[in-house]
């Protein structure tokens, strides 16, 4: 019984920190129908920037908001600059261009920081929180805690703000949201920053737990999309659930079947889903043929 | 839409003449492709021309599914890997020659096109490409894990003892060969996809998915034939490469970076082009190829970040890639040229 | 010492020679450089380990040239970055057709190796490889292929020596009562080691039990967990950076205790581990390319050869010299120092595949520890038969080699491994 | 109510190399209900989509009140009085019918007593969304649609709203219910420019209307003269299935 609580508990937080991962990747999807394969390298430099805040004596955890107003500005500037010209293209080349950033952006951080490995080690990296013989580290909680209030404070941006009202009406009709005098190119721009943001935050979060190096992102990119799919593509809930789901599936086929099962336990559990639910879990129904909603 | 109704009008008319140049100008490439091919004795050259052609082949495959059909397949790598193994797996157990074989791994990669095709047909762009991502990692795990059958992560080697029969060669040009081959039947299928209601129907899949909806099966069919053909061309090219580099593994022929590799040399080249991804293969593969050459490693990454800015900027600036480039170049220079005699 | 009378044997040699069998041609050839090509992922995930092997093997050729050069044809290297099997193909073909280089030297990982030594086979240009340790690069029956290094096959069998002829009395176990367990990642090398655990436990009659996973897996805290509730005393692991210090974090946290942990892998060999859980690296066991042996296991060859690399790779890269550019560099020393010497006319590569095989150096007399005696062609051709790995234990942040004891530089501590309570 | 409202000058409108419109000039009267007719690809929604600012005129004038309106940004024109009821009425198909009508008034969203008051006003010109405030815009039927992309255009209070094809789609019952909520609009004194495949229905209640034909305006006048018209007879009214 202590073995299924903690694998389940292990589980949910491994969740959390996969919501976390890809809640940035839902939002851009969502609004702006990009679908950023650079997502990962984003959450590289979160790390990056964590690590030499905390080499200049920051906390992690007092870095992560200078992180995401950081990463936020590298969104905007990144959308203003390559992917403001892509909206009048055909949906492949945004992809392209993404994949192009990916690229340069890895070997970008390999010429600036090396290929080394860099650790984040906070004084309570090694911190447990113990419930009886159950054990979890404070670092991974702190990380699944802030994804539940990130999305939280993202879900409630968007139902609240009137920027939120606007980036909901151009992700769902851009033509109309255009109509009324939304600016949706600075939509466009602050949602790409948020979702950037929200990506640096993630890897300002994973810093104390996981080492930062340049090809880091490419798990951390495909990891995001199998939740965000899997959750239903634009959803912000989704991406919540797809990581629980995900996080579960893992450490649970992991002990009861085989460690080396976890993947194949989820690509197959992902593939089925969309077959069965082609948006996704939460995503809504006729969005695969379109994109998704909120 | 009404690019379609255009060129099929303008058409006609052009057809006899322009057929008829097109077919004289692709037996003249043709038949410089095979000269220089088994010409060229500088062993690096014949090395970065086979990889060119090989990149082509699989580009100009991938486009039929990506470019013609507009879909985002990122899971080619899943084709290339079961050409290569299963042409290897056939030759080391029933001593199957790789010919033979080669063929038997494209059937078995058009077969599981299909039924990919099939179930994953109401999805569309990253919900599709998703889907083929997934489904390469699953072939890649049950690669990696079928130890007796794979060779596992270990993966499978070719002996190399030069017999035609058993597609090994001696020399690097017979090789060069076969390669231009694939890459002659890859653009040969595409420019008469192009021309036939195959291509249309794709066309029409593409510019608009729902008018095309309304056609129905027949687009339906077109899909999953045009997918079956992209995986079966992708398969021999996997074949073409195990018997070339003698050795395949998981990471050497399943790994995401080869199903990415294919869309980025197509997108480069000019998607949805008949020519596009050879000039895109080129491209890339020269280009990749010098940078490193330059560079040697010495610096570092210097050679992706500059491959990955130049990728960029195409994607930007060339519109239709760098076909479409080559073209826009042209008209101006025809247009100056033709302003320039009224003049006079 | 022993270099400088081999110069000097190589000058005279030289000079005798050249008169003998006619100055011109002798004279324009040694005049030209001889290129050896250097083909390692300088890009990449293998970047790090890759360039770190590069730049000890260049020490080795820096030592020729500073010595003269191989019978007075200076070295030029031909770098080129290998990042996957793919761009290795090309670059070794490169190398070969329009660099001209008559060696390639290379190339940290069996993967690249494995794309590399089909190209130098064809075109009939000698592999060297320094680091690659996939058992099957000197199975295939490549006549022109080279290991310098001892393979993934023998780090378990110098694993399970360790632990029964060491460990276990020093911790009272016997076989019949210690349970062992072994962690590994899954890709060629991980399995490739597991492998040949497997076998050796066979022989030895053990039994163990063992754990694979993905090695870009985010959690690990089941294979933990597993290997917590077995009871398990002795620890081996076979594991990269990432999981060898995710699996060790896991392991403090969800308190796996064991009395010993003897990691087999990259993961745990490099200063990246103590980085990553600080003290917490103490008292772990790493089976893996030699460092910092006890000069007095060493030939005095050996050991001015190990001198030199140290002070000369601490000037040129501002640090210390790691275990895999030793690696480098004891591999190319083989090479430009016992083989190249004695080759009439390094273009052609059947005298240089002579002379290798012709070498026959004690163990001890490389830096490495090791000494040289290639395999001849048939099963396992050359591959080095006198290269081993050695045992090493993080003591308050810094290997210190442990086994085979004539190489030892200190005693182990922490035997067992206290408790993570009192840690 | 003579005053003129809108006023376009040899208007000129270009896709890279495809003229779209060639020297349009026309007038919207204060009040006034105008239809704009054409066949498929004529430039009706071009001209409707430059006058709010989407698309930048190669050449020509577009004045409003007299003040200069090709040089404004949209939300500065929609500012201005001009609103748009687009092609396909669409709504924001996941958003609440309040919120559909207040981002209608998106440009002053931060006047919010002022907000109110809009949103009373246009619930009393179409009492039938007041009961489905809260209803998903997308879960309602197309004519019930197409009002809430009216009510939506009402919000800003224009003086001139441009309507693209508000009847296409409609069941022929519907089409009657629309046309008449467009009468109702134009009776609180604001002016429509309708865009209009549909000749028949189109000239049956507007004040005057124009006819595009390949970017040039051909034909313009009161629209009872223009139902008599031989031109327009032959061209939009017999052969009404030509699209």
């Known amino acids: 019984m202590d073995i299924f609580l903690q694998l389940l508990l292990s589980g949910l937080l491994l969740g959390g920190v996969y919501g976390l991962l890809s809640l940035g990747l839902t939002l851009v999807f969502g609004v702006t129908r990009i679908v950023n394969f650079a997502h990962g390298e984003f959450v590289m430099l979160g790390m990056y920037l964590t690590y030499f805040l905390w080499q200049l004596g920051f906390d992690p955890y007092l870095a992560a908001p200078v992180v995401f107003f950081a990463c936020f500005a590298v969104g905007v500037v990144t959308q203003h600059l390559l992917l403001r010209k892509t909206l009048t293209m055909p949906h492949l080349v945004q992809v392209f261009v993404t994949l192009g950033i990916s690229v340069v952006m890895q070997a970008g951080a390999q010429l600036l920081f090396?290929?080394?490995?860099?650790?984040?080690?906070?004084?309570?990296?090694?911190?447990?929180?113990?419930?009886?013989?159950?054990?979890?580290?404070?670092?991974?909680?702190?990380?699944?805690?802030?994804?539940?209030?990130?999305?939280?404070?993202?879900?409630?941006?968007?139902?609240?703000?009137?920027?939120?009202?606007?980036?909901?009406?151009?992700?769902?009709?851009?033509?109309?949201?255009?109509?009324?005098?939304?600016?949706?190119?600075?939509?466009?721009?602050?949602?790409?920053?948020?979702?950037?943001?929200?990506?640096?935050?993630?890897?300002?979060?994973?810093?104390?737990?996981?080492?930062?190096?340049?090809?880091?992102?490419?798990?951390?990119?495909?990891?995001?999309?199998?939740?965000?799919?899997?959750?239903?593509?634009?959803?912000?809930?989704?991406?919540?659930?797809?990581?629980?789901?995900?996080?579960?599936?893992?450490?649970?086929?992991?002990?009861?079947?085989?460690?080396?099962?976890?993947?194949?336990?989820?690509?197959?559990?992902?593939?089925?889903?969309?077959?069965?639910r082609p948006a996704g879990l939460l995503g809504l129904r006729g969005s695969e043929t379109m994109g998704a909603n909120h | 839409?009404?690019?379609?109704?255009?060129?099929?009008?303008?058409?006609?008319?052009?057809?006899?003449?322009?057929?008829?140049?097109?077919?004289?100008?692709?037996?003249?490439?043709?038949?410089?492709?095979?000269?220089?091919?088994?010409?060229?004795?500088?062993?690096?050259?014949?090395?970065?021309?086979?990889?060119?052609?090989?990149?082509?082949?699989?580009?100009?495959?991938?486009?039929?599914?990506?470019?013609?059909?507009?879909?985002?397949?990122?899971?080619?790598?899943?084709?290339?890997?079961?050409?290569?193994?299963?042409?290897?797996?056939?030759?080391?157990?029933?001593?199957?020659?790789?010919?033979?074989?080669?063929?038997?791994?494209?059937?078995?990669?058009?077969?599981?096109?299909?039924?990919?095709?099939?179930?994953?047909?109401?999805?569309?762009?990253?919900?599709?490409?998703?889907?083929?991502?997934?489904?390469?990692?699953?072939?890649?795990?049950?690669?990696?894990?079928?130890?007796?059958?794979?060779?596992?992560?270990?993966?499978?080697?070719?002996?190399?003892?030069?017999?035609?029969?058993?597609?090994?060669?001696?020399?690097?040009?017979?090789?060069?060969?076969?390669?231009?081959?694939?890459?002659?039947?890859?653009?040969?299928?595409?420019?008469?996809?192009?021309?036939?209601?195959?291509?249309?129907?794709?066309?029409?899949?593409?510019?608009?998915?729902?008018?095309?909806?309304?056609?129905?099966?027949?687009?339906?069919?077109?899909?999953?034939?045009?997918?079956?053909?992209?995986?079966?061309?992708?398969?021999?090219?996997?074949?073409?490469?195990?018997?070339?580099?003698?050795?395949?593994?998981?990471?050497?022929?399943?790994?995401?970076?080869?199903?990415?590799?294919?869309?980025?040399?197509?997108?480069?080249?000019?998607?949805?082009?008949?020519?596009?991804?050879?000039?895109?293969?080129?491209?890339?593969?020269?280009?990749?190829?010098?940078?490193?050459?330059?560079?040697?490693?010495?610096?570092?990454?210097?050679?992706?970040?500059?491959?990955?800015?130049?990728?960029?900027?195409?994607?930007?600036?060339?519109?239709?890639?760098?076909?479409?480039?080559?073209?826009?170049?042209?008209?101006?220079l025809t247009r100056r040229f033709g302003q320039g005699q009224s003049d006079v | 010492m022993e270099i400088d009378r081999r110069t000097l044997l190589q000058a005279a040699g030289l000079t005798l020679g050249a008169a003998a069998l006619g100055a011109p041609a002798l004279a324009q050839s040694s005049r030209e450089p001889l290129r050896i090509g250097m083909l390692f992922p300088r890009t990449g995930d293998l970047a790090l380990l890759g360039i770190a092997q590069a730049n000890g093997a260049l020490i080795a050729i820096d030592m020729a040239n500073d010595a003269g050069g191989i019978n007075g044809r200076k070295i030029e290297v031909v770098n080129a970055d290998a990042p996957t099997p793919n761009a290795a193909v090309s670059e070794a073909t490169r190398l070969i057709s329009s660099e001209n280089v008559k060696i390639l030297v290379g190339s940290y990982a069996s993967a690249i190796a494995s794309s590399v030594v089909g190209v130098a086979e064809r075109s009939d240009i000698i592999h060297w490889e320094v680091g690659a340790i996939a058992d099957s690069l000197t199975q295939r029956g490549f006549k022109n292929v080279f290991r310098t290094c001892a393979t993934a096959g023998q780090t378990g069998q110098v694993g399970f020596d360790f632990a029964l002829n060491y460990l276990f009395p020093k911790l009272s176990l016997t076989e019949k009562t210690a349970k062992i367990a072994l962690v590994h990642e899954d890709s060629e090398f991980g399995s490739t080691v597991a492998k040949s655990l497997t076998a050796r436990a066979n022989e030895l009659g053990l039994s163990f039990a063992t754990y694979a996973y993905a090695k870009d897996t985010n959690d690990l805290s089941p294979v933990v967990l597993k290997v917590r509730d077995a009871g398990t005393d002795v620890l081996l692991s076979v594991q990269y950076i990432n999981d060898a210090v995710l699996f060790w974090r896991q392991a403090r946290q969800l308190g796996l205790n064991v009395k010993a942990h003897i990691g087999l892998g990259a993961g745990h060999f490099q200063d990246s581990f103590p980085k990553a859980v600080g003290a917490d690296a103490d008292g772990v066991f790493i089976s893996g390319p030699p460092l910092d042996l006890n000069p007095a296991g060493l030939t005095s060859e050996g050991a001015a050869l190990a001198e030199q690399f140290y002070s000369r790779y601490q000037k040129k890269f501002g640090e210390k010299a790691s275990s895999v550019a030793m690696l480098g560099f004891a591999g190319t020393i083989m090479l430009t120092h016992f083989v190249l010497p004695n080759v009439k006319d390094p273009d052609s590569s059947e005298a240089i595949r002579a002379a290798a095989l012709a070498v026959d150096k004690p163990v001890g007399s490389t830096p490495a520890g090791w000494g040289v005696k290639f395999n001849p062609p048939g099963p396992n051709g050359g591959q080095n038969e006198r290269s081993f790995w050695i045992i090493r234990q993080w003591q308050s942040g810094v290997l210190q080699t442990i086994y085979p004891e004539q190489l030892a530089a200190v005693k182990p501590i922490m035997l067992p491994l206290p408790e993570w309570a009192n840690r | 109510m003579d005053q003129v409202l809108l006023q376009i000058n040899d208007l000129h409108v270009a896709y890279g190399e495809l003229r779209v419109l060639q020297g349009v000039s026309l007038q919207v009267k204060a009040g006034e209900l105008v239809s704009l007719l054409g066949g498929n690809g004529s430039g009706k929604s071009t001209t409707q989509k430059t006058i709010l600012g989407f698309v930048r005129p190669t050449s020509g004038q577009i004045l409003f009140e007299g003040e200069r309106l090709d040089t404004l940004s949209i939300p500065e024109i929609i500012r201005k009085g001009i609103t748009m009821v687009p092609e396909g009425r669409r709504v924001f198909p996941f958003m609440a019918v309040r919120e559909n009508l207040l981002l209608g008034a998106w440009v002053r969203r931060n006047e919010r007593a002022e907000l109110k008051h809009d949103l009373e006003r246009v619930l009393e010109l179409f009492p039938i969304l007041r009961t489905r405030l809260n209803q998903l815009a997308g879960s309602m039927s197309g004519g019930e649609q197409q009002i809430v992309a009216m009510a939506r255009a009402l919000m800003m209070r224009p003086k001139l709203v441009l309507m693209d094809e508000p009847t296409m789609g409609l069941a022929p019952k519907l089409v009657d219910e629309v046309l008449e909520l467009i009468q109702t609009v134009n009776r609180n004194g604001i002016a429509v420019l309708l865009v209009e495949q549909n000749a028949r229905t189109a000239l049956g209640f507007t004040d005057r209307a124009y006819v595009l034909e390949r970017g040039r305006l051909v034909i313009e006048g009161p629209s009872k003269d223009l139902l008599t018209n031989e031109r327009v007879r032959s061209a939009y009214l017999g052969e009404l299935s030509q699209a």
């Open chain 2, 1 to 332: 839409m009404n690019t379609n109704t255009i060129s099929t009008r303008i058409q006609p008319s052009l057809q006899a003449a322009s057929l008829g140049r097109t077919v004289t100008l692709w037996v003249i490439i043709v038949g410089a492709l095979y000269i220089t091919a088994s010409r060229l004795t500088d062993e690096h050259l014949v090395d970065l021309m086979f990889q060119i052609m090989l990149a082509a082949s699989l580009a100009g495959a991938w486009n039929i599914v990506g470019g013609f059909g507009g879909q985002i397949a990122l899971g080619h790598a899943a084709f290339f890997g079961i050409g290569a193994y299963t042409s290897t797996i056939l030759f080391q157990h029933y001593h199957l020659t790789p010919w033979i074989g080669m063929l038997a791994g494209a059937l078995f990669a058009a077969l599981l096109a299909t039924l990919i095709g099939a179930v994953t047909l109401r999805l569309r762009g990253p919900f599709f490409a998703m889907t083929t991502v997934a489904f390469t990692e699953l072939v890649r795990i049950i690669v990696k894990n079928w130890d007796s059958l794979t060779g596992g992560t270990r993966g499978l080697w070719i002996p190399w003892e030069p017999n035609p029969w058993n597609f090994s060669f001696s020399d690097r040009n017979s090789y060069l060969l076969v390669a231009v081959t694939l890459a002659v039947l890859v653009f040969s299928t595409t420019a008469i996809m192009a021309k036939t209601k195959l291509g249309f129907l794709l066309n029409a899949l593409r510019e608009d998915a729902d008018a095309a909806r309304s056609v129905g099966v027949k687009a339906t069919r077109a899909r999953l034939i045009s997918f079956a053909i992209s995986a079966a061309f992708v398969a021999l090219g996997g074949t073409l490469y195990a018997q070339y580099s003698l050795s395949i593994d998981p990471t050497s022929v399943l790994s995401f970076d080869i199903s990415i590799q294919m869309a980025l040399m197509s997108a480069v080249g000019g998607l949805g082009t008949v020519i596009g991804p050879a000039l895109g293969a080129i491209a890339a593969v020269t280009s990749s190829s010098l940078l490193r050459g330059w560079f040697g490693g010495e610096l570092g990454a210097l050679h992706l970040l500059l491959y990955g800015v130049l990728f960029i900027l195409v994607m930007l600036y060339a519109r239709g890639g760098l076909l479409g480039m080559a073209i826009n170049v042209k008209k101006r």
């Open chain 1, 114 to 276: 090396t290929s080394n490995f860099y650790f984040v080690r906070p004084s309570y990296g090694n911190a447990m929180v113990e419930i009886g013989n159950i054990r979890l580290p404070l670092t991974t909680i702190i990380a699944a805690v802030l994804a539940l209030i990130g999305t939280a404070l993202v879900h409630l941006f968007l139902k609240k703000t009137h920027t939120g009202a606007a980036i909901r009406a151009t992700a769902q009709d851009p033509y109309a949201a255009n109509v009324v005098g939304i600016e949706i190119k600075t939509v466009y721009a602050v949602t790409f920053g948020v979702g950037i943001g929200c990506a640096g935050l993630a890897g300002a979060l994973l810093a104390p737990i996981y080492p930062v190096y340049p090809t880091v992102g490419l798990a951390y990119s495909l990891i995001s999309f199998v939740v965000v799919v899997l959750g239903g593509l634009g959803s912000l809930p989704g991406a919540l659930i797809g990581g629980l789901v995900v996080g579960l599936l893992e450490t649970f086929s992991a002990y009861y079947i085989s460690p080396e099962a976890k993947e194949a336990t989820y690509f197959t559990i992902f593939i089925i889903v969309l077959l069965l």
